[in-house]
């Protein structure tokens, strides 16, 4: 579709498709049920390829990046949402009183969500892509990125 701005001729952007399911690998390494974003930003992978645990001093960011999350998933209200070429991208904001400052899990979907907009609660699964944790949290927040990302809007 063709429209007119500025006297300029603009594309709109097109519909995206829905999201496919997204299948864990059977082979995947997946964290505990009861892990938490939080959990997550501080453990450090054992040399089997497990998670050892929550170690004081959390971690340099990445360790636990290619772990699936818990196979319940996470929950949280979404903040932002936004569109990066053919692809869904959505914020959620974590509380958590062992987090210090503000830490969000950025959320990339293959497609769209229907019904998934600001202000709503979801629940999500997905792949650790990234764990980006910041030397100074109230500057700039933690960040979980996923992909290979399901998405249920509650």
């Given at each position: ?8 001729m ?6 995206l ?9 059977a ?11 939080g ?6 992978p ?7 645990g ?5 971690n ?56 998934l ?13 990234a ?6 949290p109230?500057?700039?927040?933690h960040?979980?990125v ?5 998405t249920?809007?509650?």
């Amino acid at each position: 579709m063709l429209y007119f701005v500025n006297e300029q001729m603009v594309e709109a952007e097109t519909e995206l498709p829905p999201a496919a399911p997204v299948v864990m690998p059977a082979d995947a390494f997946v964290l505990a049920d009861g892990t938490t974003p939080g959990d997550a930003l501080r453990m450090k992978p054992d040399g089997s390829g497990g998670i050892a645990g929550a170690l004081p001093g959390g971690n340099s960011g990445g360790d636990v990046a290619g772990f699936w999350t818990p196979q319940n998933g996470w929950r949280g209200g979404v903040v932002k949402v936004w569109r990066q070429g053919d692809q869904t991208c959505y914020s959620i904001e974590v509380f958590e009183s062992i987090t210090i400052g503000q830490m969000f899990v950025t959320c990339v979907v293959d497609g769209s969500v229907p019904g998934l907009k600001e202000n709503i609660e979801v629940k999500f699964t997905g792949r650790i892509r990234a764990v980006e944790r910041s030397s100074d949290p109230m500057m700039k927040p933690h960040r979980i990125v996923l992909d290979s990302v399901n998405t249920w809007v509650l």
